[in-house]
């Protein structure tokens, strides 16, 4: 019965807290006596998860490629083709055979296409070239936004003999 009360009781104590915020201390004073003002302080919790997860979708999608090898005779980005939403950013995952990057070719990319990754890859070591990604976990992300429709072809350079290669379109 006691039990049953106490999330309404919460939610009332919670409603005088916001109600009476401007200093009325009989209303604190009653949050602090009461067990639920711990409970009525966690009850808005909810509320601030939603906040961030709705500015994450609001935010570009992710995409995650996997960077994949035995170090001696196979390589590969996995998966090695996928179709992606302009906007979308695609990260690039070392998880074994490094060291990995991802490079596409000038001539590969649609009109418009290299202009936007050059400003959609970080820290290229050459045009439309990302830097080596050394340890297993490091990650390279590159930005589709602005990307025109079309396929971006892109290959790992220090396994592009292994034939690392990559397709990527974007719808
Ligand atoms: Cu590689």
Redesign the pocket.
Same mark, same amino acid.
């Given at each position: 019965m006691r039990l049953t009360l106490l999330p309404a009781l919460a939610a009332l104590v919670a409603l005088g807290a916001v109600a009476c915020s401007s200093g009325d201390k009989p209303a604190a004073s009653q949050a602090q006596a009461a067990t639920p003002a711990t409970s009525a302080a966690t009850t808005p919790a909810p509320a601030t998860p939603a906040a961030p997860a709705t500015a994450a979708s609001a935010r570009a999608a992710i995409v995650e490629v996997k !960077?994949t =090898?035995d170090g001696t005779t196979k390589?590969?980005?996995e998966p090695a083709t996928l179709a992606i939403a302009t906007g979308t950013t695609v990260r690039f995952l070392n998880v074994s055979? =490094? #060291?990995?990057?991802i490079a596409f070719w000038a001539d590969s990319v649609p009109k418009g296409g290299a202009a936007a990754l050059k400003k959609g890859m970080a820290n290229q070591i050459s045009d439309l070239m990302g830097p080596f990604l050394q340890q297993p976990n490091d990650k390279y992300d590159v930005s589709f936004a602005g990307a025109p429709a079309g396929t971006y072809r892109g290959y790992? @350079? #220090?396994?592009l003999a @292994?034939a !690392?290669k990559i397709a990527i379109t974007v719808k």
């Open positions: !960077m =090898g390589a590969a980005f055979g =490094g #060291p990995h990057d790992c @350079l #220090p396994h @292994l !690392m």
